[in-house]
Antibody, heavy 120, light 108 residues
């Protein structure tokens, strides 16, 4: 069974940092692109970042570029999102998601989400 | 960046009725890269349709997708109680993934 489990969320002050983790199981992690998608309270889904199989290729939404860093440890089957210089508008539930392996560019499995609250 | 606009924002229907949800792109999207998700309160999104018209595993055949270019549609032929939720379209292009703002299907 495919599972993605996020951790590391919490309350952080504006300007602070936080690192999210996403532990996966049930599939060959090293074979898949992985992504982070966020959802502000009561709002829609927003794509944040992606990494290819070996983290050699990463992409970011303009809103987080230069502040967030996506990474992965294929030996530990874990995806990360390092978030620096956090702002109130970064408050959201952050989901990790697996990109399908059939080149159709959709997210076929999602974690349950980790809530990040940026507030003083 | 391609912007996806979903309409209507909210659809108020009764169980058994037909739901038609629209997703319009600001420029042409490959139908291979147009996806629909369903999200219920407090839950992660769930994959519904990919490649504009292919149902994901376990999705009942009352769900169907169609469209090409800039106009895509998700249709639910007869609403079941478990179908009342928020629906998002999503596309991929130029190394970016974008979502529409969502359509809420609520019980009338």
């Amino acid at each position: 069974e495919v599972q993605l489990v996020e951790s590391g969320g919490g309350l952080v002050q504006p300007g602070g940092s936080l690192r999210l983790s996403c532990a996966v199981s049930g599939f060959t992690f090293a074979s898949y692109w992985m992504h982070w998608v966020r959802q502000a309270p009561g709002k829609g889904l927003v794509w944040v970042s992606s990494t290819n199989n070996d983290a050699g290729t990463t992409n970011y939404a303009d809103s987080v570029k230069g502040r967030f860093t996506i990474s992965r440890d294929n030996a530990k089957n874990t995806l990360y999102l390092q978030m620096n210089s956090l702002r109130a508008e970064d408050t959201a539930v952050y989901y990790c998601a697996r990109l399908s392996g059939d080149y159709k560019m959709y997210f076929d499995y999602w974690g349950q989400g980790a809530l990040v609250t940026v507030s003083s | 960046e391609i912007v996806l606009t979903q309409s209507p924002g909210t659809l108020s229907l009764s169980p058994g009725e037909r739901a038609t949800l629209s997703c319009r792109a600001s420029q042409s999207v490959s139908s291979s890269y147009l996806t629909w998700y369903q999200q219920k309160p407090g839950q992660a999104p769930r994959l519904l349709m990919y490649g504009a018209s292919s149902r994901a595993t376990g999705i009942p055949d009352r769900f169907s997708g169609s469209g090409s270019g800039t106009d895509f549609t998700l249709t639910i032929s007869r609403l079941e109680p478990e179908d009342f939720a928020v629906y998002y379209c999503q596309q991929y292009g130029n190394s970016l993934w974008t979502f529409g703002q969502g359509t809420t299907v609520e019980i009338k």
